[in-house]
């Protein structure tokens, strides 16, 4: 019998089993009370992260209102300022029509007086009608102008000198060269000084005996005002638009980063809630993982592990959705891996009190107890008998919890006895465990079932002979 493993699946007694049953109601009862306990507290940070979620939307809102009304503010106040620069400059406009209309009358006066009044009358009407217009706030443009070449062009008939008449008309040009307004050397800054110079050389040539010289210049000039006012009106538009432009493209640059932002904290809100949930049954997850595998069930503690890791893995890349899914997970998983966890509890106690009963009964029968090792899935002891001989016990269970227990002897004669009429009895060794095995509390404790080994023969066979008067087959009595 030395030397092969002996087997005996072990049953607990009807007392036994009533506390243990006890105790796992009480258990079960203590699970389903944390998972209240948790459920009340998702539902508590599901309130307070909905409430969170709502004061963010709302300042979410108050910022885009606030964002807009600056917004509206600062267009106001920039169609303000382009109200007010054309409003005055269409009141130079209106009084440089003015001062020219004044003129006009000024030369239909003159030409009155030198002997065209007959061919004034016309003008006079042209003349009021501009006056009226202007009185309505158009802007007469060029027809000042034409109506002032008018006027000169009867001067010659009545006084004979052109002089006047080029003083006149180069008046009449440069205030449409003063008329580009202000800004028009910024803007226009080649045509402001081309119409400059030619405005300097046509004065020159005003004199007296240079009216052949004035004529010549007069539709150089002429077309260098006109080209410097469009230069100047395209460079206002083009400001304009440049401006509503940039107006547009600051828009846009604020609506994205609100729009950051808001993406940004809806992303901090949803990790925080995952943290918060996380932190509920972490505790409870981190325990059943570090028991699991002092337990010895490495397949428990793997399978919280990975929900473990698996949700600290999306919380550091910052994935809300990643969080969110593993948590829930975790939760789901959390429930019957406590159930799973407290089965192994109460497999770990029965085999811990089948040890305390397996050491005293085995010190009752002369047994010295040798110490043992806690192997978290089973328990190793050794034993050692006055003979030598050594007994190395494995206390551990199956699958369903049924405690088993091994035996290793060594240095134990392994004989058979025979009675008269070639009766087997017991062998000395089996008939020692199943001593202990009687000792170890009945109903009150455990029933251990068969003893076992390898190749043993069916009841009432009998033992095999073996040379030296040795058997290695063992029966039961």
């Known amino acids: 019998m030395s030397g092969s493993p002996k087997y005996s699946s072990v049953r607990v007694g009807a007392v036994y089993a009533q506390r243990e049953a006890a105790e796992r109601r009480r258990r079960a009862e203590q699970r389903r009370a944390r998972e209240r306990r948790r459920a009340a507290e998702r539902a508590r940070l599901a309130q307070e992260a909905a409430a969170r ?34 409003a005055q400059a269409r009141a130079e406009e209106s009084r440089a029509d003015e001062r020219g209309l004044d003129e006009v009358w000024e030369l239909i006066a003159e030409a009155q007086r030198s002997g065209a009044r007959a061919e004034t009358g016309s003008l006079e009407r042209q003349l009021a009608e501009l006056r009226g217009r202007a009185a309505r706030g158009e802007q007469l443009g060029d027809a000042v102008e034409e109506l002032r070449g008018r006027v000169v062009n009867l001067r010659p008939t009545a006084a004979g000198d052109r002089t006047d008449d080029s003083a006149a008309v180069l008046a009449g040009l440069e205030r449409r060269f003063s008329a580009t307004g202000p800004d028009g050397a910024a803007l226009d800054a080649d045509g402001h000084r081309r119409c400059t110079d030619l405005l300097d050389q046509l004065r020159a040539a005003a004199g007296p005996g240079r009216q052949v010289r004035f004529e010549a210049l007069l539709g150089t000039v002429e077309h260098a005002l006109a080209r410097h006012a469009a230069t100047v009106s395209e460079a206002r538009e083009a400001t304009v638009r440049q401006a509503r432009a940039e107006q547009e493209r600051e828009a846009a640059e604020a609506a ?74 975790l939760e789901g998983r959390l429930p019957d891996a406590e159930d799973r966890l407290d089965e192994l509890e109460l497999a770990y106690q029965r085999r811990r009190d089948l040890v305390e009963a397996l050491r005293d009964a085995m010190t009752g029968e002369g047994f010295a107890f040798e110490g043992g090792e806690d192997q978290g899935g089973s328990f190793r002891l050794h034993f050692t ?81 073996l040379p030296g008067g040795t058997s290695g087959r063992w029966t039961t009595p």
Request: glycine content about 8%; hydrophobic content about 40%.
């Open 53 to 86: 979620r709502e004061r963010a939307r709302a300042e979410t809102e108050r910022r885009r209102a606030e964002a807009a009304r600056k917004e509206a503010e600062v267009a106001a106040r920039r169609t303000a300022e382009r109200g007010a620069r054309l």
């Open 256 to 329: 994205e980063r609100e729009r950051a932002e808001a993406a940004e904290a809806a992303l901090e809100l949803a990790l925080a809630e995952a943290a918060e949930r996380f932190d509920v049954v972490r505790p409870a997850a981190e325990g059943v993982l570090d028991t699991a595998a002092e337990l010895g069930d490495p397949g428990l503690a793997d399978e919280i592990g990975d929900a473990l890791r698996a949700v600290t893995e999306a919380l550091t890349a910052r994935s809300a959705s990643e969080a969110r899914r593993a948590v829930a997970d």
């Open 385 to 465: 008998r006055p003979t030598g001989a050594t007994y190395e016990t494995t206390v551990a269970s199956e699958d369903d919890g049924t405690p088993v227990l091994v035996y290793h002897v060594e240095g134990e004669p392994d004989v058979t006895l025979y009675a008269p009429q070639d009766e087997a009895v017991c062998d000395t060794t089996e008939a020692l465990l199943e001593r202990v095995h009687e000792a170890l509390g009945g109903d009150d404790g455990f029933v251990p079932g068969e003893l076992t080994w390898d190749g043993k023969p069916p009841p009432g066979t009998g033992g095999n002979q």
